[in-house]
């Protein structure tokens, strides 16, 4: 099963208006990161939150993480067509002797003119 | 500088054809993966390499074997394909198995069994 859901699956907003979306994950983690895939592409590392951490900003992107309700949220301000793409979470597990990435199953977000 | 590289691209295969997917990146990066990526499922881990010599198990490894040839290259085969493993599959790379480092990923291979 996977270790991170995301809310909603999918989100339709006009330009210009903020995207949020969340994630809720089972397990203790050190961290929780958030990756974007435009459509035909890998996966892109947007930003990273410490467990430590209740807020971190990067440019139009603020995460926050509620340790306590194992749930993170991705907000986009001001939204741009260019930000049309899927977004997952991803959180660190311990698989044998090594940290894996383990994803969740994304939220198609889409950006109308 | 490229990143991560896979090849091909796209591929179709007949039932019971084997294919090897190629991965390479030039980042030095100790740790690679690879992950299948089906609709509503998200990213699920085949195989996983911790470093060059090494390599391990991940979530759905059935019917997939690895090899990390180098410190650059983790190849992924199917031995005999099956119409289960229509999917696309992405190879990624870390710098190590540290907690704090994100994953750099190729453009997927999208891969189709008839």
């Known amino acids: 099963s996977q270790q991170g859901e995301e809310d909603p699956q999918a989100l339709s907003i006009q330009e210009g208006e903020n995207a949020t979306m969340n994630c809720s994950y089972k397990t203790s983690i050190n961290n929780l990161q958030w990756y974007r895939q435009n459509s035909g592409r890998g996966l892109v590392h947007l930003i990273l939150?410490?467990?430590?951490?209740r807020e971190k900003h990067s440019g139009r992107l603020r995460v926050t993480l509620d340790t306590s309700k194992k749930s993170s949220s991705l907000l986009i301000t001001a939204s741009r067509a260019a930000d049309t793409a899927s977004y997952f979470c991803?959180?660190?597990?311990?698989?044998?002797?090594?940290?894996?990435?383990?994803f969740g199953s994304g939220t198609r977000l889409s950006i109308r003119p | 500088n490229a990143g991560v590289t896979q090849t091909p691209k796209f591929q179709v295969l007949k039932t019971g054809q084997s294919m090897t997917l190629q991965c390479a990146q030039d980042m030095n990066h100790n740790s690679m993966y690879w992950y299948r990526q089906d609709p509503g499922m998200g990213l699920r881990l085949i195989y996983y390499s911790a470093s060059e010599g090494t390599t391990d198990k991940g979530e759905v490894p059935n019917g997939y074997n690895v090899s990390r040839l180098n410190k650059r290259e983790f190849s992924l085969r199917l031995e005999s394909a099956a119409p289960s493993q229509t999917s696309v599959y992405f190879c990624?790379?870390?710098?190590?198995?540290?907690?704090?480092?994100?994953?750099?990923f190729g453009d997927g291979t999208r891969l189709s069994i008839l």
């Open positions: 991803a959180t660190v597990v311990w698989y044998s002797s090594a940290s894996k990435i383990i």
């Open positions: 990624a790379s870390r710098e190590g198995t540290g907690n704090n480092q994100p994953q750099h």
């Open positions: 939150i410490r467990s430590n951490e």
